[in-house]
């Protein structure tokens, strides 16, 4: 990989009639130069390519990126607008922009759900006559397809996200427990653990996730559901299946067992990284998170608990099997931007071997391109990027439409109610729930 170091600064002049003096000289050597037609670039020669993106976890390794970038394309200066890392607040700030055509925007970040919207809405702009049919074929085909509307590709995929059980190696070593292979077990497990600490006053949980009403919500009670056997959308006849035994069951576990249980009820306005600071101090045995937790977990500047991490697949119920959420984010380029092949310069240099492998190594995302998952500087980073690789290929995609934006609030909605009250009539409010996706899923039929 290569990664440049900045160059050296220029050493202060030592003398006021010195630095006057130079800087002269600096003067009419650029002013050469211009009229020349060297490298060096004018103000107006170089081109504004304003990519809107989210807070990142690793600000560091993105300061590199864009330095490299800048480095190698001194005709393009990447401006960013630095948005909300909540994927539902990311998706209002952008859509607003993209609604009014605004020309604030030419590259943006895309979460996996949106391909479908952004196509169906005119906002992103196929890119298949940029990408030759051969380089498509080294990224994962389930990313690829997650970008693909009505044949077009919309997006290029940057990395993927998948549900994963963070476990403390440490806890259950010590009091001789494997890692849980149910919903049950965990729970249970967790609940020993956490009163076996508290006898030698140390107060922990045992579980921490992401129940506030948002995206997130949706992605997690997927899986309890899923695990069940159970459905958010049934595939096939396109219609609501949250009322259906299975998905009231995990559902049930959920309200019962987890929130106020295995987990604080705290966890009600949780997402991500509230999830994560709880785990990585060394506050709760179980954790769900994306990939990207690993490396922050086993930070020792960032974390209580480095070394002490181990990953295992979720659990699932015992009639059920293990699933993750596909999640992820794709680069899109706007339909309106004035600048489309500068866009698609950096959004090519993004999706890169480099640097998708600068991401995974430093911070712990999960690449797109095939290729990297046997990188051995990929795998020293993240030794779980080999086992886990069949959980990032078998992922299990959200409803895929148009109107999923519509159909998350929804479901948010419901889940939010009936997790956060004990006495919630969890079948009547699926039902309401229901009602509303299948109004919303036959204006798509
Ligand atoms: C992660 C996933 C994204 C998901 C979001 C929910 O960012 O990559 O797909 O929607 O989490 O919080």
């Known amino acids: 990989m290569a990664i440049r170091s900045a160059r050296p600064k220029p050493r202060r002049q030592r003398t006021a009639g010195r630095?006057?003096?130079?800087?002269?000289?600096?003067?009419?050597?650029?002013?050469?130069?211009?009229?020349?037609?060297?490298?060096?670039?004018?103000?107006?020669?170089?081109?504004?390519?304003?990519?809107?993106?989210?807070?990142?976890?690793?600000?560091?390794?993105?300061?590199?990126?864009?330095?490299?970038?800048?480095?190698?394309?001194?005709?393009?200066?990447?401006?960013?607008?630095?948005?909300?890392?909540?994927?539902?607040?990311?998706?209002?700030l952008l859509t607003q922009k993209l609604k009014n055509r605004s020309r604030d925007v030419d590259v943006f970040f895309m979460d996996v759900i949106w391909p479908a919207e952004f196509a169906a809405a005119g906002w992103a702009m196929p890119l298949d006559d940029f990408i030759a049919a051969q380089e498509r074929e080294k990224f994962l085909e389930g990313a690829i397809l997650a970008n693909t509307f009505e044949n077009r590709l919309y997006g290029i995929p940057l990395f993927v996200d998948?549900?994963?059980?963070?476990?403390?190696?440490?806890?259950?070593?010590?009091?001789?427990?494997?890692?849980?292979?149910?919903?049950?077990?965990?729970?249970?497990?967790?609940?020993?653990?956490?009163?076996?600490?508290?006898?030698?006053?140390?107060?922990?949980?045992?579980?921490?996730?992401?129940?506030?009403?948002?995206?997130?919500?949706?992605?997690?009670?997927?899986?309890?559901?899923?695990?069940?056997?159970?459905m958010l959308v049934d595939r096939e006849k396109g219609v609501s299946a949250v009322t259906g035994k299975p998905a009231i069951e995990a559902v049930?576990?959920?309200?019962?067992?987890?929130?106020?249980?295995?987990?604080?009820?705290?966890?009600?306005?949780?997402?991500?990284?509230?999830?994560?600071?709880?785990f990585?101090?060394?506050?709760?045995?179980?954790?769900?998170?994306?990939?990207?937790?690993?490396?922050?977990?086993?930070?020792?500047q960032r974390s209580?608990?480095?070394?002490?991490?181990?990953?295992?697949?979720?659990?699932?119920?015992?009639?059920?099997?293990?699933?993750?959420?596909?999640?992820?984010?794709?680069?899109?380029?706007?339909?309106?931007?004035?600048?489309?092949?500068?866009?698609?310069?950096?959004?090519?240099f993004l999706a890169s071997d480099r640097i998708q492998k600068l991401l995974a190594v430093r911070s712990g995302k999960a690449p797109t391109r095939k290729a990297l998952y046997d990188d051995p500087e990929v795998l020293k980073a993240n030794p779980h990027f080999r086992d886990m690789k069949d959980v990032f290929l078998s992922a299990y995609p959200r409803p895929v439409t148009p109107l999923y934006p519509a159909l998350s609030n929804i479901l948010q909605r419901y889940f939010s109610t009936v997790i956060s009250d004990r006495q919630s009539d969890i079948a009547g409010e699926a039902e309401n729930a229901s009602r509303e996706m299948n109004k919303l899923l036959s204006m798509t039929q």
């Open 19 to 92: 630095g006057v003096c130079l800087a002269i000289t600096i003067i009419m050597v650029l002013s050469l130069t211009m009229l020349a037609g060297c490298p060096g670039k004018k103000e107006s020669d170089v081109m504004t390519i304003r990519f809107v993106t989210w807070k990142p976890n690793q600000p560091e390794a993105w300061e590199e990126i864009l330095r490299i970038f800048h480095e190698e394309n001194p005709g393009i200066r990447i401006e960013r607008e630095i948005g909300p890392h909540s994927s539902t607040a990311f998706h209002d």
């Open 162 to 230: 998948s549900g994963m059980l963070y476990y403390r190696k440490d806890l259950l070593k010590q009091y001789g427990f494997k890692p849980p292979v149910t919903w049950q077990e965990m729970a249970d497990i967790s609940g020993k653990i956490v009163i076996k600490e508290s006898k030698k006053g140390r107060y922990i949980y045992g579980f921490s996730g992401q129940f506030k009403q948002y995206e997130g919500l949706v992605c997690g009670m997927m899986e309890y559901i899923l695990s069940n056997n159970g």
């Open 252 to 278: 049930r576990f959920v309200r019962d067992r987890i929130i106020g249980g295995a987990a604080p009820v705290g966890v009600l306005a949780y997402q991500e990284p509230e999830s994560l600071d709880l």
């Open 280 to 300: 990585i101090q060394g506050k709760a045995v179980f954790h769900r998170n994306w990939p990207y937790a690993w490396q922050i977990a086993n930070d020792p």
């Open 304 to 348: 209580t608990i480095a070394g002490n991490v181990g990953i295992a697949k979720l659990p699932h119920f015992p009639a059920g099997k293990s699933y993750a959420a596909l999640g992820g984010w794709q680069l899109g380029i706007s339909s309106y931007s004035e600048h489309k092949e500068a866009a698609w310069k950096f959004v090519q």
